[in-house]
Nanobody, 113 residues
Framework: QLQASGGGLVQAGGSLRLSCAAS????????MGWYRQAPGKQRELVAI???????NYADSVKGRFTISRDNAKNTVHLQMNSLKPEDTAVYYC?????????WGQGTQVTVSS
């Protein structure tokens, strides 16, 4: 139901854009967002965007990452700039309904120093 894409290998300071395409209208979700999980660490919130367009970011990515939504294409994007090696992780798309959470498959982001 959620298809993530856009991961890859990039040098520190570079940029990547992740996309999460939903099979139906993203308005059916209260909010959508991205989480990430680095090796040996717990999954953590990166950024979320609500149906109303409000956004929230982890402190570690503020000013570098931007989450946005394309309602016509039922897609949410995560623009990641000024990437750091510590951003290396598997990134997961998340969509939340009142009934529960939905997850896309992970996409690997690797930032080399």
């Amino acid at each position: 139901q959620l298809q993530a894409s856009g991961g890859g290998l990039v040098q520190a300071g570079g940029s990547l854009r992740l996309s999460c395409a939903a099979s139906g209208s993203i308005f059916s979700f209260v909010r959508m967002g991205w989480y990430r999980q680095a090796p040996g660490k717990q999954r953590e919130l990166v950024a979320i965007i609500t149906n109303g367009g409000s956004t929230n970011y982890a402190d570690s990515v503020k000013g570098r990452f931007t989450i946005s939504r394309d309602n016509a294409k039922n897609t949410v994007h995560l623009q990641m700039n000024s990437l750091k090696p510590e951003d290396t992780a598997v990134y997961y798309c998340n969509a939340r309904r009142i009934s529960g959470d939905f997850w896309g498959q992970g996409t690997q982001v690797t930032v080399s120093s």
